[in-house]
């Protein structure tokens, strides 16, 4: 099947693996994000750009398509997660088609597509309605395709590739904010260590730079949808902040206890330190206003900085305290959060506003489903699939292994996926499997990488 048939072989692979999960949980699985991207489509919300707007405006037209056609939310949602899951399966099987260039191992292939079909991971998050789904294929989209346009000496010139990877540039940021990061260190990447296509890299960044500008520069003020609150990229800092309140209170001064009051919604500073938690830094930004005037950033921020130089180890603590999860292979998942096998916390979501439901005849093999993923979670070794910091040393390991073998030029593989570890160790969960599906479906790929028995 490699040899012959890599791409259509894998992908009905795929496919039938994911029967099963159809079945059972069609529509597809509904989470919080998405419940609230939905609600500020439909203008029950008031729509920002907390999440990214044109994947809210994605989901919300496939929503639309449903009822208009169909009179069905369910068949809306159901539209959206087949086109997701089948372009998983297309970007993974295209995979496989450069394992076939790569002259890896049939023991390999068969494993990789075990992790990739078999195992519960992808085949659950796959058909899951989350932003973070489509964002991990693109980023999947975005290695394989550096990996075939750039990092091989046969087979380069094909303009297609190229065009590929353009695009996954693009499609991270119609799924997350922090998908620009990643591009830039993609563009960058290929920059430095693949000078020839110069060209093709100002194009990505042409692209991406028009995107955001249509996105964030025109479509958005038109509209008057304002950005994403400031405290959510503050996570680290705040619960800095938390720890430092709850540690050393007798060392607050006057002028700092005044800026922290005037930025966080409290009446008293203990209910900050109360609501400390290393895992997760929610629970206190939710505290600190969501959209503070440039004086009161200003003030909040001499106040972290100041307090940072009398304690700079607890501060290194709490960052390594809530980003550990992210390193340490057998340290468990937030809340052992491995999947997503309900619509919210329930079987179903109905309301004024949203009518989505599980089918009564998949009950039992939901639940069987569910019980095989986290059966596996707790088997010893292979639970460890699960663990984020697993995938980080899969990564680091294939970074060495290149630098060992003499191939630092290839090195710009990597730098996409070192980004996503730096933004995930900043999140607001630590030992998130959501945050870090980018990584974790990536792996087979670094480590094909590496081992590969072909030129370039």
Same mark, same amino acid.
């Given at each position: 099947?490699?040899?012959?048939?890599?791409?259509?072989?894998?992908?009905?692979?795929?496919?039938?693996?994911? +029967?099963?999960?159809?079945?059972?949980?069609? #529509?597809?699985?509904?989470?919080?994000?998405?419940?609230?991207?939905?609600?500020?489509?439909?203008?029950?919300?008031?729509?920002?750009?907390?999440?990214?707007?044109?994947?809210?405006?994605?989901?919300?037209?496939?929503?639309?398509?449903?009822?208009?056609?169909?009179?069905?939310?369910?068949?809306?949602?159901?539209?959206?997660?087949?086109?997701?899951?089948?372009?998983?399966?297309?970007?993974?099987?295209?995979?496989?088609?450069?394992?076939?260039?790569?002259? +890896?191992?049939?023991?390999?292939?068969?494993?990789?597509?075990?992790?990739?079909?078999?195992?519960?991971?992808?085949?659950?998050?796959?058909?899951? @309605?989350?932003?973070?789904?489509?964002?991990?294929?693109?980023?999947?989209?975005?290695?394989?395709?550096?990996?075939?346009?750039?990092?091989?000496?046969?087979?380069?010139?094909?303009?297609?590739?190229?065009?590929?990877?353009?695009?996954?540039?693009?499609? %991270?940021?119609?799924?997350?904010?922090?998908?620009?990061?990643?591009?830039?260190?993609? =563009?960058?990447?290929?920059?430095?260590?693949?000078?020839?296509?110069?060209?093709?890299?100002?194009?990505?960044?042409?692209?991406?730079?028009?995107?955001?500008?249509?996105?964030?520069?025109?479509?958005?003020?038109?509209?008057?949808?304002?950005?994403?609150?400031?405290?959510?990229?503050?996570?680290?800092?705040?619960?800095?902040?938390?720890? @430092? =309140?709850?540690?050393?209170?007798?060392?607050?001064?006057?002028?700092?206890?005044?800026?922290?009051?005037?930025?966080?919604?409290?009446?008293?500073?203990?209910?900050?330190?109360?609501?400390?938690?290393?895992?997760?830094?929610?629970?206190?930004?939710?505290?600190?206003?969501?959209? #503070?005037?440039?004086?009161?950033?200003?003030?909040?921020?001499?106040?972290?900085?100041?307090?940072?130089?009398?304690? $700079?180890?607890?501060?290194?603590?709490?960052?390594?305290?809530?980003?550990?999860?992210?390193?340490? #292979?057998?340290?468990?998942?937030?809340?052992?959060?491995?999947?997503?096998?309900?619509?919210?916390?329930?079987?179903?979501?109905?309301?004024?506003?949203?009518?989505?439901?599980?089918?009564?005849?998949?009950?039992? *093999?939901?639940?069987?489903?569910?019980?095989?993923?986290?059966?596996?979670?707790?088997? $010893?070794?292979?639970?460890?699939?699960?663990?984020?910091?697993?995938?980080?040393?899969?990564?680091?390991?294939?970074?060495?292994?290149?630098?060992?073998?003499?191939?630092?030029?290839?090195?710009?593989?990597? %730098?996409?996926?070192?980004?996503?570890?730096?933004?995930?160790?900043?999140? $607001?969960?630590?030992?998130?499997?959501?945050?870090? *599906?980018?990584?974790?479906?990536?792996?087979? =790929?670094?480590?094909?990488?590496?081992?590969?028995?072909?030129?370039?």
């Amino acid at each position: 099947m490699f040899i012959e048939h890599p791409f259509v072989g894998a992908f009905l692979v795929l496919m039938c693996c994911e +029967l099963p999960w159809w079945f059972a949980f069609w #529509p597809g699985t509904l989470q919080y994000d998405s419940c609230g991207q939905l609600l500020q489509y439909l203008g029950v919300a008031k729509m920002t750009g907390h999440h990214p707007v044109p994947v809210t405006m994605l989901m919300g037209v496939f929503l639309n398509m449903g009822r208009h056609f169909f009179q069905s939310d369910n068949v809306g949602i159901f539209l959206y997660t087949l086109l997701q899951f089948t372009g998983q399966c297309l970007v993974i099987s295209y995979g496989f088609c450069v394992f076939r260039r790569f002259r +890896l191992p049939v023991w390999f292939c068969w494993g990789a597509l075990l992790f990739y079909g078999v195992f519960p991971l992808l085949p659950n998050w796959g058909i899951s @309605y989350v932003k973070d789904s489509g964002y991990y294929i693109c980023f999947l989209l975005l290695t394989i395709s550096m990996v075939d346009a750039f990092g091989m000496e046969r087979g380069q010139d094909a303009r297609w590739k190229r065009i590929l990877w353009i695009a996954a540039l693009v499609g %991270l940021n119609v799924f997350r904010n922090d998908g620009r990061y990643v591009a830039v260190a993609a =563009i960058i990447g290929v920059m430095l260590f693949r000078h020839k296509y110069f060209k093709t890299c100002l194009a990505g960044a042409g692209c991406l730079l028009l995107f955001l500008f249509l996105v964030e520069g025109a479509y958005m003020p038109l509209r008057n949808i304002p950005s994403g609150a400031l405290r959510e990229a503050m996570s680290v800092p705040l619960l800095q902040t938390a720890d @430092y =309140i709850k540690k050393y209170p007798d060392e607050i001064t006057v002028e700092e206890y005044d800026a922290l009051m005037d930025v966080f919604d409290v009446d008293d500073l203990g209910e900050i330190s109360n609501r400390y938690d290393n895992m997760i830094s929610d629970r206190i930004k939710d505290l600190f206003l969501e959209y #503070p005037s440039k004086e009161q950033i200003n003030a909040y921020l001499k106040t972290w900085w100041s307090q940072l130089k009398k304690h $700079p180890i607890d501060y290194l603590r709490v960052y390594w305290e809530h980003s550990d999860g992210y390193f340490n #292979p057998i340290k468990r998942c937030y809340e052992d959060i491995i999947g997503w096998y309900t619509i919210l916390d329930e079987q179903s979501r109905t309301d004024d506003y949203l009518d989505i439901h599980f089918r009564t005849e998949g009950q039992k *093999l939901r639940v069987n489903l569910e019980n095989l993923s986290y059966s596996l979670y707790d088997f $010893p070794l292979i639970g460890c699939l699960y663990h984020p910091g697993t995938y980080t040393w899969i990564m680091l390991g294939s970074l060495f292994a290149l630098v060992l073998k003499g191939r630092k030029r290839d090195l710009f593989v990597i %730098l996409p996926g070192i980004v996503v570890l730096m933004v995930c160790t900043a999140s $607001p969960l630590n030992a998130s499997v959501r945050y870090y *599906l980018p990584i974790m479906s990536a792996a087979p =790929i670094y480590m094909g990488y590496c081992i590969r028995n072909c030129s370039g």
